[in-house]
C-alpha cells in the first residue's frame, strides 16, 4: 500500500533532506584520488550522528555500513572498504539518513582526474534521466510515465537502465511501496497522487541492463563489465508537480 504524507509529515522530511544534502555536499567534496571508501563511510556516519539523525542503511537486512560506494562496474549498495579510489575512476555515493521518523534517501556520481568524454557522457545522461523523471512526477500521471520516460531518454542517448533494480517509496520505513522501475509504459501503473513520497533513481550502464552480485555478497555490478552511474532524488508530491526533498541546491 502507497502511504500518503501529512503536509507536516512531508516539512519533517524536507528538514531531513536538507540535512542530507548538505552531508552529500561535504562528500562529494572528500572524494579525491588516494582516498579509501571505508574514510568516506567513516566520514558520512560522524557527519549523521552529529546531525542527530541516525544513518539508514546500516543495519538494514544486515547491511554493514551507512554509505554505498560502488566504483566503475558496480551498480549500487556496495560496502565501504579498504579500496583506494584512482585516476580515471567514478565512484557513486549513496546515503540515507533517518530523522525524526522519517527517511531521505540520495545518491550522486562523482568522477577522479582524467576520465573518458564518453564516461562523462553516460554521468550527464544519468543525471539528466532523474531530472526528466521528476518532471513526470505529478498528480494524474501514473508511475509508468515516470519509467518510460527514463527509459526513453536514456536508451535515446545510446545507454540502458538496469531493469532489476529499481526506485521506491519512503518515509518511515526506508523501502516502502512502489518499486519504482526505470523502464515501462505511458500510462500504466499506480495513479500519482498528492502527498505520496518516493526516489527516483535511475541506473545507466554503458553495455547491456543485466546485473550480477558482487564480492561482498550485498552490492550489484554490471554481468558484462561496463561501467555505471547512478542518481537519485527524494521526492514529494504537490498539487501541482514535485517537491525535491534532497536539491543539491539548497
Known amino acids: 500500500m502507497i502511504t500518503i504524507k501529512s503536509p507536516a509529515e512531508i516539512k519533517i522530511m524536507a528538514e531531513g533532506g536538507k540535512i542530507l544534502t548538505k552531508i552529500m555536499k561535504k562528500l562529494e567534496e572528500m572524494v579525491r584520488i588516494g582516498i579509501t571508501t571505508k574514510e568516506l563511510g567513516r566520514f558520512a556516519e560522524s557527519l549523521i550522528l552529529k546531525s542527530g539523525g541516525k544513518p539508514s542503511f546500516k543495519g538494514y537486512e544486515g547491511f554493514p555500513a551507512t554509505l554505498c560506494t560502488s566504483i566503475n562496474e558496480e551498480i549500487v549498495h556496495v560496502a565501504p572498504s579498504d579500496r583506494k579510489l584512482k585516476e580515471g575512476d567514478i565512484i557513486s555515493l549513496d546515503l540515507g539518513i533517518l530523522f525524526k521518523g522519517f ?81 515501462g509504459k505511458r500510462h500504466k501503473g499506480e495513479e500519482i497522487k498528492e502527498g505520496m513520497t518516493f526516489c527516483l533513481e535511475p541506473m545507466v550502464t554503458m553495455g547491456n541492463w543485466h546485473i550480477k552480485k558482487s564480492k561482498n555478497g550485498y552490492g550489484f555490478k554490471t554481468a558484462d563489465g561496463s561501467l555505471s552511474a547512478h542518481f537519485e532524488h527524494t521526492v514529494a508530491v504537490t498539487k501541482t508537480g514535485s517537491q525535491v526533498l534532497t536539491d543539491l541546491k539548497q
Do not use: W
Open 103 to 183: 527517511h531521505t534517501d540520495m545518491a550522486i556520481t562523482v568522477s577522479l582526474g582524467e576520465v573518458d568524454p564518453e564516461v562523462l557522457r553516460l554521468i550527464r545522461v544519468t543525471k539528466k534521466a532523474l531530472k526528466r523523471g521528476i518532471k513526470k512526477a505529478r498528480p494524474g500521471n501514473t508511475f509508468g510515465d515516470i519509467s518510460n520516460t527514463i527509459q526513453r531518454y536514456v536508451e535515446s542517448q545510446g545507454f540502458n537502465v538496469v531493469r532489476d533494480l529499481c526506485g521506491h517509496g519512503i518515509g518511515k520505513d526506508i523501502h516502502e511501496d512502489p518499486k519504482i522501475l526505470n523502464y
